[in-house]
């Protein structure tokens, strides 16, 4: 293990997130709880407005492809202003409800970015996305799941074996803090071979933050910091994929 520690949930402006990526830089630069070793930019992509339903793939991607395209270029120029500083990596956050029926194109629109966050999948979203993560271009995880909340008919050793062999990452976020050592899904994860990675969904209330230590403190008793998600920001230009239809 190489101990770094980043803190992968994070919007700015481009969505509903009130600080830059150069002020949340700052600020995790400047925490005297904890040494921050990169920061991961999770804004919700694929979103309209006003919540207009794309009506087909190819609307979908006129209206979300430059989008996307600003987006990423928008943090890899920040990965360079911080570089040697602070890591910065691009993700994004995306809601499950609203996209599963444009799988297809998001998956291409998400290449070159490093990870995705998933909100709000149910179990039946769960398997469909298990079926298909290993082919997306980037780390694909759960945001903010309360296992046992949100998949409530299934049983968590289900679960994790699901997202193991999917290659799912589980976001240990904040806003389940404070979560206890002795909790049955954070005994049962370090059983598998489940990547974790560590979040704060920061928008307007840097209280968040203070979270960092706590949740870091807690992957270290439950063995788990062992198994954080540790990567190398993708550096190559999006490749254009195969076949979009
Ligand atoms: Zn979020």
């Not at 890899?76 to 444009?102: D, S, T, Y």
């Not at 759960?142 to 589980?170: C, K, W």
């Not at 404070?178 to 840097?206: A, C, I, M, Q």
């Not at 968040?208 to 788990?224: E, F, H, N, W």
């Amino acid at each position: 293990m190489n101990g770094l520690i980043f803190n992968l949930h994070n919007h700015t402006p481009f969505s509903d997130g009130a600080y830059s990526i150069d002020e949340l830089c700052d600020l995790h630069l400047s925490r005297k709880d904890i040494k921050v070793d990169g920061i991961g930019i999770s804004d919700h992509l694929f979103r309209t407005p006003t919540s207009r339903v794309p009506a087909d793939d190819r609307e979908f991607e006129r209206i979300f492809a430059p989008e996307t395209a600003r987006y990423l270029a928008e943090v890899r120029a920040a990965r360079e202003r911080w570089a040697g500083k602070l890591q910065v990596f691009c993700g994004a956050e995306i809601h499950w409800p609203m996209n599963k029926g444009h799988l297809n194109i998001i998956r291409n629109l998400l290449s070159g970015l490093d990870y995705v966050l998933v909100e709000t999948i149910d179990w039946a979203g769960l398997t469909m996305l298990a079926n298909q993560a290993r082919r997306w271009p980037c780390h694909v995880g759960l945001a903010h799941a309360d296992v046992g909340e949100r998949f409530p008919n299934t049983s968590q050793d289900q679960v994790v074996r699901t997202m193991a062999n999917a290659r799912i990452f589980y976001e240990l976020n904040a806003v389940m803090m404070p979560l206890r050592e002795s909790d049955p899904w954070l005994n049962l994860l370090p059983k598998h071979r489940v990547f974790v990675t560590l979040g704060t969904d920061t928008h307007d209330d840097l209280t968040c933050l203070r979270a960092i230590k706590p949740m870091y403190d807690l992957l270290v008793k439950t063995g788990l910091d062992q198994r954080m998600l540790r990567f190398a920001p993708a550096s190559a230009p999006p490749q254009p994929q195969a076949a979009t239809a």
